[in-house]
């Protein structure tokens, strides 16, 4: 009888303890977000982690794009070879940089860079009663902590794509022209053609939603943080984990309500 | 006969079904030092935290000079709280900012309206100098990190990032664990003076017996959730009462047992 029941108490658990986070988390960001609308806003916070997620993780996004972009090129010339249909690879390279690598490859570097470092550092302060003594200083924690880090990070990862977005049409560009022998202009050309503004807003849609749900998970995790350095360490990996599965989640729900016909 | 500063009527949380507070009834009068003792896990720190709203008790009621801050408006809470300063076990000092930053957040969030308009970050700063003196330690100090001070010189700045707002109600959570017994004589010597000048009303926990009695004159000793003794703190050492006794005293032997988890 065990056998059989175990399992599905163990599944029934398991659903419950993930819709309990799921309301726990959705909670946690109408609360934030409510301190949109009510001052006081905290600018300096939130132009700090401008600067830190947009700024600072310019160069590992722009790298990620520029390979990303070349190796796009060079995968399609060898794939695209067997059917002579090479003149493609413009169009292949500016869609897929756009619609999908520049904002999911650029969202989960600055996952692991800042949705990280969020999540450490409020942790930090949780198991330091620093968050305690913000409450009694008459600050509300999640107005200072929380809310600039989500405006921040819904600002400053669509700022990135359109960087990613660029570097990775430019790896793409120059393998195409400078190893594939590719005509700069007929590459150029071909790569205009192919682009719709509708690719570049979509990637700049899904970028703010990626840039949200990252310093969302980082700040939720940080805050509810437990337990001295080891808790700051769990809340860190569960905050880059939690954060890098709905990035990918999302990117499909999105993926779907805009290009699905 | 006068309202008292504080006065706590039955309250009592439970965590789970281990109850932390069970019914405790403490009034503190104005411009007293009152001292809570207690072993470790006997309710003292949630009992500071349920004053300062940081945990929610499960029933009682908590009075700032005759008004329930547990029935009071948000805002009416965040009020009364403005008039209250922490130093914590830890001092709890702010890690991104300086020294400086530190006391001058302290002086800005805890600035009411009736003192006139909040004062420039800059001023701040400047005033947070006259405060960083005021705590034994020269200004130069607040161009500093807090990681680069000493246990003894982090607990000063936490204290004058306390009494920065000029609050009329000050709590210390054990101020001098940590701290060699000079220097935890300095921060006791610190901390009457803040509260002499301000005129503040103030609770301290403590299990350092020394502390206790240099900074109350009234004490209370909480065990299992219970306050089981209150009376003056100098006569924390002879109160007459068996686990008071036992405690301060040190003895293994005695009506206070301490609990094996297992």
């Known amino acids: ?261 | 006969m006068s309202t008292p500063k504080i006065r706590i009527r039955g309250l009592s949380k439970a965590f789970g079904s281990k109850v932390v507070l069970d019914g405790i009834d403490l009034d503190v009068e104005t411009g007293t030092s009152m001292v809570i003792i207690g072993g470790s896990g006997s309710g003292k720190s949630v009992l500071l935290r349920c004053i300062l709203g940081l945990i929610q008790p499960d029933a009682g009621t908590i009075e700032i000079d005759g008004e329930n801050i547990l029935t009071a408006s948000r805002s009416r809470q965040e009020a009364i709280r403005r008039q209250i300063g922490m130093l914590f076990q830890n001092a709890a000092l702010f890690d991104s900012m300086s020294v400086a930053d530190n006391i001058a957040f302290g002086l800005r969030a805890k600035h009411s309206d009736r003192d006139g308009p909040v004062p420039s970050r800059a001023k701040a700063r400047e005033l947070a100098g006259g405060i960083l003196q005021q705590v034994g330690l020269d200004p130069s100090v607040g161009q500093l990190s807090p990681s680069e001070l000493s246990g003894g010189m982090q607990k000063r700045v936490g204290l004058a990032r306390a009494i920065a707002g000029q609050p009329n109600i000050l709590f210390f959570d054990e101020p001098t664990t940590g701290l060699d017994p000079i220097m935890g004589a300095v921060i006791d010597g610190l901390i009457v003076d803040c509260v002499q000048k301000l005129g503040s009303t103030a609770i301290a926990i403590t299990h350092d017996m020394a502390s206790a009695q240099r900074i109350g004159n009234k004490a209370a000793m909480l065990y299992h959730g219970k306050l089981v003794w209150q009376g003056l703190a100098a006569d924390l050492m002879h109160s007459g009462n068996a686990m008071v006794d036992q405690f301060t005293h040190g003895r293994r032997e005695g009506p206070i047992t301490m609990e094996l988890r297992k």
């Open chain 1, 1 to 261: 009888m065990n056998a059989v029941l175990d399992p599905i108490a163990a599944l029934g658990r398991a659903v419950l303890g993930l819709v309990r986070q799921s309301g726990a988390l959705a909670m946690f960001a109408l609360e934030a977000l409510s301190h949109l609308v009510r001052p006081p806003f905290y600018w300096r916070i939130f132009l700090s982690t401008l600067i830190e997620t947009g700024f600072f993780s310019l160069p590992v996004v722009a790298l990620t794009a520029l390979f990303s972009g070349a190796v796009i090129a060079l995968q399609s010339y060898v794939g695209f070879g067997q059917y002579h249909v090479q003149s493609a690879i413009a169009g292949i390279v500016v869609l897929a940089v756009t619609r999908e690598l520049g904002p999911v490859l650029a969202g989960l570097m600055v996952a692991g860079r800042v949705g990280a470092a969020m999540s450490a550092q409020i942790g930090t302060m949780r198991v330091t009663d620093q968050i305690d003594a913000l409450t009694t200083l008459s600050t509300n924690p999640m107005k200072y902590l929380v809310t600039p880090r989500l405006l921040a990070g819904t600002i400053a990862l669509p700022c990135l794509v359109i960087v990613a977005d660029v570097l990775g049409v430019l790896g793409g560009f120059t393998v195409s022209v400078a190893k594939l022998g590719f005509s700069p202009s007929t590459y150029i050309t071909a790569t205009l053609d192919s682009l719709k503004t509708i690719d570049v807003v979509v990637g700049l849609v899904k970028a703010a939603v990626f840039g949200f749900l990252i310093a969302l998970l980082g700040c939720y995790h940080g805050y509810n943080s437990r337990g001295g350095a080891e808790g700051v360490g769990s809340a860190t990996t569960a905050a880059v984990v939690g954060a890098s599965i709905l990035l990918l989640l999302f990117d499909y729900l999105l993926t779907d309500l805009f290009f699905s016909q």
